[in-house]
């Protein structure tokens, strides 16, 4: 499976997630995916943390506007009915809960579905972003990432090595290979996606989770 | 009336070495780069720079961290430049990182007599250690003090000539925000138009915040 | 596309007896007066009033009160209405006061997720006995917490049909915050727009805070 | 005199405190004078709590617009430049020391200068206003009153007996009579106003004081 198959195929899963009306907020990398795999006339309302509601597609190359970036510091355009706002009022709205989703990556994701995703082993720690803010604001936190890491070691482990990102859990895990719910007990597996078994899952896993499969709905 | 508008040269001589500044911007957008350049020209040293982002490699804020001008770096996110790295690791700069939410709400809190304010983001990780913590709730929470600072230098895009002034898309970013909580504010227009020319329901910037206006394009 | 326009029966039939809510306005200037009288047909009663003031005599929140329907006010101003200090003496309306700035910035801070905060505003004075308070820098401040409501009633002048927001002049006072504060959140409106009318850079309260709006002058 | 004088004569001489490019907030009364005394060429920029920058003089009755009043409640007008605000940002704006000077009325002053202006005795206390967030947060706060109560008693008093407004000092009184620069001793008597003798003064104020008489400037 190429990069961009895995990629897509988790994106394409976690663009199930959102629900028409949806406020959501797309972290960095495969997050940014998601509005490629939307449902046909499911309206969601794109936010970025540097002051915009109302994220529009990538422009093309030759209409873009330098003033209008996403927090990914990529070129985007606007929507009909955005508007734009400063980063203190931006994160208001990210921290008082007023943001439906959050589809973030990860590095780790613990038992509990708690995250580690913004300081990396062996690095002076130099960055953080948004990250913080909004794991602890968003109504929903989707995490989006590999199964395992580049090495094959699983990145769903029991307890994270990585400094968490926040002490709360996330709501939904997503994986080239499997969706998990977090439930108050900790993680339960609900989908297999791209052809993966049961055994392969629990092998590239270091965590406990439960079982409680529903019907995969893609991959 | 009075007219807040001067040379680039006017506007940076008030600024000592030693100071503390804000600088505006998420990457290079809505980055005061005029001001910034007229800084680098005119010399000043031992600079506390509270910026999201601290340019690029050449660029921006950048050049004032290779030409040494920085002795300490107060946001988010300077990961984007790897020069902030080398110069960390070199022990040529102090690096205090605060998540996104609450680097911009201690910089309103600070501009907005706010003696301290509790916020969930980072409560429980690591980045919170040696704060001060408090339960709310049945929720952590930690206790974060304003920013303020010497000089605030931000990008506008409209200013009149009073120095009330309005942004364009996401160059709004930190720059409203910083225009608070600087105890001198230097703003960098792309136009300067008469009072009365900006509608009032729509000035971003109150005058009473901005102490000179300098405009692009002007020698 | 979505379009939260609705009649003022529908909107208010969604507030429960026993309900917090959140009234915009100073003075008369701002109310929701058309949906403060809808309110008053209803008939929900038993409710706890968060606004600076309670209305006039025979006026907005003053029928409220008269008809006995409120139980509790948060709020600055109680004065310039002589009703609520006959209520108060009677034992009718439970009362609670808070410095203008703070009860706005509590408002600020119930919709922007801050746990609470600390300001000089009352502190070593009579209004703050019972309250934390702390020395922050050698001054004392008092730690007030956020509002919330499980209602915000606001006045604006235009809105798109998204649930974008704009305000008139001084009308505008409380209504942008409290608007960021309620969990169920009514827009009374002069004008209805379609989206896109409205300039993305004016919007004040973006749609994102808003559920219902209601165009006053429509059956 | 008539009452019109003495407020005339106090409001004239408090006019005189204001400088050029002053962003000033005006209290309740007396307060609301001041505009008419102004030096002919002073430019100055009043700033009303409930959201206005630019306050300009009373309309003429059929100029009145109901959305656009001062914090008293009464129709105002508003000047070339200015700009509206909510009342969370107004509040930011004057508790964050934006605001060089506010004028205000006061029931009492004690001998450090600390002022008791909210709560009346024998009545509830249903009303305070913005004037603790104007006490703090004004770089000069200037208090204007009548010398005495209706009775004949002294209004500066060695302490107060009803509850005070902030526990920091005013910086100037100035009443129908007299003129107190308010120093780290205490209050120090510059002015004789009304064709007032020391003597005079001396019997009709209750605190200590010290005396050094500069100029009289009007009365």
């Known amino acids: 499976m190429s990069d961009m198959d895995f990629k897509a195929i988790i994106a394409a899963r976690a663009a199930l997630e959102l629900q028409d009306g949806d406020i959501v907020n797309l972290g960095v990398g495969i997050p940014t995916l998601v509005v490629n795999y939307l449902p046909e006339g499911r309206e969601v309302f794109m936010h970025t943390e540097n002051g915009l509601l109302g994220v529009g597609p990538t422009p093309a190359p030759d209409h873009v506007d330098p003033d209008l970036i996403n927090a990914s510091k990529l070129p985007v355009t606007q929507t009909v009915g955005c508007s734009?706002?400063?980063?203190?009022?931006?994160?208001?709205?990210?921290r008082g809960g007023?943001?439906?989703?959050?589809?973030?990556?990860?590095?780790?994701?613990?038992?509990?579905?708690?995250?580690?995703?913004?300081?990396?082993?062996?690095?002076?720690?130099?960055?953080?972003?948004?990250?913080?803010?909004?794991?602890?604001?968003?109504?929903?936190?989707?995490?989006?990432m590999s199964h395992t890491d580049r090495n094959g070691n699983p990145k769903i482990v029991e307890e994270c090595t990585l400094p968490l990102t926040a002490d709360r859990n996330v709501n939904v895990v997503i994986t080239d290979l499997a969706v998990f719910k977090v439930e108050p007990q900790g993680l339960v597996l609900t989908e297999l996606?791209?052809?993966?078994t049961l055994d392969e899952v629990t092998a590239k896993t270091g965590a406990r989770f439960d079982v409680k499969l529903v019907e995969t709905t893609t991959g | 009336m009075r007219n807040k508008v001067v040379t680039k040269e006017e506007a940076v001589s008030q600024i000592r070495s030693g100071s503390a500044i804000m600088v505006g911007g998420f990457g290079q957008v809505g980055t005061p780069l005029l001001l910034i350049?007229?800084?680098l020209r005119q010399g000043q040293r031992d600079l506390t720079i509270i910026s999201n982002n601290v340019g690029e490699p050449g660029r921006g804020l950048g050049l004032l961290l290779e030409h040494g001008r920085i002795r300490k770096a107060i946001g988010s996110y300077f990961t984007s430049n790897p020069v902030v790295g080398q110069h960390y690791l070199r022990g040529e700069i102090e690096v205090q990182l605060i998540p996104q939410g609450s680097f911009s709400e201690?910089?309103?809190?600070?501009?907005?007599?706010?003696?301290?304010?509790?916020?969930?983001?980072?409560?429980?990780?690591?980045?919170?250690?040696?704060?001060?913590?408090?339960?709310?709730?049945?929720?952590?929470?930690?206790?974060?003090?304003?920013?303020?600072?010497?000089?605030?230098?931000?990008?506008?895009?409209r200013a009149d000539t009073l120095g009330n002034l309005t942004y364009r898309k996401t160059a709004r970013n930190f720059n409203p925000v910083m225009a608070t909580a600087g105890k001198l504010v230097i703003a960098e227009v792309d136009e300067v138009v008469s009072p009365g020319d900006l509608d009032p329901e729509s000035i971003v910037t109150p005058h009473l915040y901005v102490d000179f206006v300098v405009q692009r394009g002007m020698m």
Request: charged share 20%; net charge neutral; aromatic share 8%.
């Open chain 1, 84 to 94: 734009f706002f400063a980063s203190d009022e931006s994160f208001a709205m990210i």
């Open chain 1, 98 to 144: 007023h943001i439906d989703v959050t589809i973030l990556g990860a590095l780790q994701v613990d038992t509990r579905g708690r995250v580690a995703n913004w300081s990396v082993p062996g690095k002076p720690i130099l960055g953080v972003g948004g990250a913080m803010d909004l794991l602890i604001g968003a109504k929903r936190v989707i995490v989006t």
């Open chain 1, 193 to 196: 996606l791209s052809g993966a």
């Open chain 2, 37 to 39: 350049d007229e800084l």
């Open chain 2, 106 to 157: 201690a910089i309103r809190a600070g501009g907005a007599g706010i003696g301290g304010f509790y916020t969930r983001a980072s409560a429980g990780t690591t980045l919170a250690e040696g704060k001060e913590q408090k339960v709310i709730n049945g929720q952590l929470y930690v206790l974060e003090y304003p920013l303020v600072a010497d000089v605030s230098l931000i990008r506008a895009y």
